[in-house]
């Protein structure tokens, strides 16, 4: 999915796409694409600069972090992001970032991935836990039961075997 920049000529197109999940998919994402990706895109064309404003929407599939069920989250993203060529990157070794840079990418070949601007913005829309619901009780710690789905036969009251001696002297003063 390649946007071929030699085609733009205005300084401004507006596009609207949409792809399969497979044409986005990349190989060991945490997580899946499950409907098509529609994409709303703004190609601004300064020179050698172009600035790709839009929106992606989808549908991901991934496994919850308490029960490892997989759920699915919508995705509803916007993005600002400018490309300028790759001969304009400067070698310096060590420079401090500007907010500016955080929104700058490059492109090689008047060519810019768009599947890799789209897995990007999904990485960015993911949750830092991502959880299929609020309320997730998870796994039971000892038998991998999901407590979800009803109580497990596990013993509540657990202690810790590395206690024992401090059980011990509580015992003998009682």
Avoid at 6 to 12: F, V
Avoid at 52 to 60: A, E
Avoid at 76 to 91: C, G, K, N
């Amino acid at each position: 999915m390649l946007l071929e920049l030699t085609r733009y000529r205005q300084p401004l197109t507006h596009l609207e796409l949409s792809f399969a999940p497979a044409e986005v998919a990349g190989e060991g994402d945490a997580f899946a694409i499950v409907a098509p990706v529609e994409l709303t895109l703004d190609v601004l064309k300064d020179k050698a600069m172009f600035r790709l404003q839009g929106r992606v929407r989808t549908t991901l599939q991934m496994p919850c972090s308490r029960c490892l069920e997989p759920f699915t989250m919508p995705v509803d993203s916007a993005f600002d992001v400018r490309y300028l060529p790759a001969s304009a990157m400067t070698p310096e070794d060590e420079r401090e970032l500007a907010d500016d840079d955080l929104d700058t990418s490059y492109y090689r070949d008047d060519r810019i991935d768009l599947s890799e601007l789209l897995r990007e913005q999904f990485y960015l829309a993911l949750p830092m836990k991502p959880l299929c619901e609020e309320t997730c009780r998870g796994l039971c710690s000892r038998c991998g039961a999901n407590l979800n789905q009803g109580t497990c036969g596990c013993a509540v009251d657990w202690t810790d075997p590395r206690l024992a001696p401090l059980r011990a002297l509580k015992d003998r003063e009682a």
